[in-house]
Structures are given as structure tokens and as C-alpha cells.
């Protein structure tokens, strides 16, 4: 025993934290050479310390630690072409994200006092749901309409009732939307109560002429194309997701995951459960993609971006998606809605 190291020392040594080195034991990535019986404490031999360092270094990078795991089973050669691959996603995400941060930056420097505006904006769109080619019932629902595209993907027995019951109370908003998407939300969860064991996930875009409001809760999805860009507006609230946060799981691992569609945040009755609700700037020749992971969990970002930029009007791409979806297999309903910002001449006081 003498020869092995204390948890605490060799956490020293490999630059790690006990906490962590218990975490690699539990996902079988480093098992410590021996555990007292009666206390449970872990010592680890001398020559573990170069995995273990590894195991350190590839998390800096921030490496997630299933795809660790697989590395460090590889031989050399094969284990640099894996690091390789890993950071040229990693390039290919974060340009993804400087994307994304200069939309946000141009939102906040476009917006201005509202006696400045000229013009106004409206939202031509265009939605349909689809049951698929496996499920025998549709518990999605998809809607385009005045000033609200909206998509929703019911469960349990009731579970379109809750998706519609979502897409109703965001008709007809009074007030800023902002505020009273969120009110409507909270009314349509305490009406989805009654319905037992149900719950949906929501998507909308909510439009009063002068704002843009996105309303979110669940895995179902919206997208921007914007300057033949294509960005993904909101961050799926589930299992999976979580883990990939956590770098326990990759993106390719997390989409063949089993418990894929197991959500941690719904519109399922529960008191508390709410939707993400915030307000975007629009710019005329936005397309904006709303979708089930019916269409998500089936067909690649490139194959949706491709969509989007060829189809001539919202119709055209919604049935393009749909049509899509089913060829894959269509092992899921299917909701889509797609909603183009048109500039408008402002009306004489």
C-alpha cells in the first residue's frame, strides 16, 4: 500500500481535483488501483499519471468526456487525428458563435426610439403538421397566422390538447408581447393541469407590428437565416442537452442518445414550469424556421439551410421540410412553420 498514492495526492500531481477523479471512476475513464473496503477511500498507483494528466489536458480544451474516453483507448496516431477532428469542430462552432454574437450586437445597435421608425415590419408565414410515417395519431401542432407563428409537440394522452391550448393563449396578445406572452404561458400551463399526465413543448413567435418576441420551453426548435446564414435561436431543454453541458455526452452521441426526448423543462401543468420569453430585433429578408424535433432530430442543419435559402416563399420551404422529414423515415410527427420579416410603408397618421 505504501507505494500508492492518496486521492489527494495524486490529485495534486495530475493537476485534477478529487472531485473530478471521482467523476472519471464512475464513467470508467480512470479507476483508481485500489478502494479500502471499509472506507471507501482511493489510492492510485504512480504510473496512472500520465492518463490522468491527459485525461486533464483534453478536458482544457474542452474535450467532453465521453469522446475523452474514446481517445484515450485509441493508439497514437489514431488518438491525434481524433484530437484533430475535435478542434476543428471546435473552430467550426465557435465561428458559429461569432456569428451569433455580432447578430446580437447588430440587434442591439439597430433598435431606436420608436418616434425614428419610418417604416414597419410584418411577418409573412406559412405552417403544417404532419403525423408521420411511424406514430398512428398527430400530437404536433403548427400555426401561421396574424402577428404568431407557433409550433408545438404535445405528449402524454392528452397531449395535442396541451399543444393547442399553448398556441391558443399566444392569439390574439394585448399589450406588450414581451410581457403578456409570458402571462398567456402561464394561464394555458395552469389550463394543461387538468389534463393529466400531458405536456407539450412550445416555440412561437409572437408579432405586434413594432416587436419581435420569442417564447421557448422544450426541444423543439427556431431558427434565423439570415445573409444566407443559418443560427439557432434557442437552446433545447432536455436530458441530453444537459449532458452535452456537462461534456459528458458529444453532439453526434447526444442525437442517437435513447433518452433523447426526455425533457427537463415543459409546459406540463407543473407550478413553476414557464416558458424562455425574450424580445428580437427583425430585419426585412429574415426567415425564421420554427420546427418540432420531428424535422431536428431527422435531418442535418446543412439540409435545413439549404431549404431555406432555395425555397422561393414560407409555403415552399414548409412543404419542402415536411416532405423531408417523411423521406428520412418519418419516425416522428412533424411541425413546421416558416415566417419571412417583409418591410411595410407606415400608414399616415
Not at 471512476?25 to 477511500?41: C, K
Not at 398527430?138 to 394522452?157: F, H, I, K, S
Not at 396541451?162 to 399566444?170: F, K, P, S
Not at 423531408?324 to 412553420?337: E, H, S, T
Request: hydrophobic fraction near 45%; charged fraction near 25%.
Amino acid at each position: 500500500m505504501a507505494e500508492l498514492l492518496t486521492i489527494g495526492a495524486f490529485a495534486r500531481l495530475a493537476e485534477l481535483t478529487p472531485k473530478a477523479l471521482r467523476l472519471y471512476d464512475e464513467l470508467g475513464l480512470l479507476r483508481p488501483a485500489h478502494v479500502d473496503p471499509a472506507s471507501g477511500y482511493r489510492y492510485y498507483e504512480p504510473v496512472q499519471l500520465e492518463r490522468a494528466r491527459l485525461v486533464a489536458r483534453l478536458r482544457l480544451l474542452g474535450m467532453p468526456l465521453a469522446r475523452i474516453t474514446s481517445v484515450c483507448t485509441l493508439p497514437p496516431a489514431a488518438a491525434a487525428d481524433e484530437v484533430a477532428a475535435y478542434w476543428a469542430q471546435v473552430e467550426h462552432d465557435t465561428e458559429s458563435r461569432r456569428r451569433l454574437a455580432r447578430l446580437l450586437a447588430d440587434d442591439f445597435k439597430g433598435k431606436e426610439p420608436a418616434t425614428m421608425n419610418t417604416t414597419v415590419f410584418g411577418l409573412s408565414g406559412a405552417a403544417a403538421s404532419d403525423s408521420g410515417l411511424v406514430r398512428a395519431t398527430n400530437q404536433d401542432t403548427a400555426y401561421a397566422g396574424p402577428g404568431l407563428l407557433a409550433v408545438a409537440d404535445g405528449y402524454g394522452p392528452a397531449g395535442a390538447r396541451a399543444g393547442t391550448l399553448a398556441v391558443e393563449a399566444l392569439k390574439g396578445l394585448t399589450g406588450p408581447p414581451e410581457r403578456s406572452a409570458g402571462v398567456a404561458l402561464e394561464a394555458a400551463n395552469r389550463g394543461i393541469a387538468g389534463l393529466g399526465e400531458s405536456g407539450t413543448t412550445l416555440t412561437a413567435l409572437v408579432w405586434s407590428g413594432t416587436e419581435l418576441v420569442l417564447a421557448h420551453v422544450g426541444d423543439s426548435r427556431a431558427y434565423l437565416l439570415r445573409g444566407g446564414e443559418l443560427l439557432r435561436l434557442t437552446t433545447d431543454h432536455s436530458h441530453v442537452r444537459t449532458l452535452v453541458d456537462e461534456g459528458r455526452l458529444t453532439e453526434e452521441e447526444a442525437a442517437a442518445h435513447p433518452q433523447r426526448a426526455l425533457l427537463t423543462r415543459a409546459l406540463d401543468g407543473r407550478e413553476g414550469s414557464s416558458a424562455d420569453v425574450s424580445a428580437r430585433q427583425a430585419r426585412p429578408g429574415d426567415r425564421y424556421l420554427l420546427c418540432s424535433d420531428g424535422v431536428s432530430a431527422v435531418l442535418p442543419e446543412a439540409e435545413i439551410r439549404r431549404v431555406l435559402v432555395a425555397a422561393e416563399d414560407p409555403d415552399a420551404a414548409v412543404r419542402e421540410l415536411v416532405a423531408l422529414a417523411r423521406r428520412a423515415g418519418g419516425p416522428d410527427n412533424v411541425a413546421v412553420a416558416v415566417g419571412d420579416v417583409v418591410q411595410r410603408p407606415r400608414k399616415a397618421d
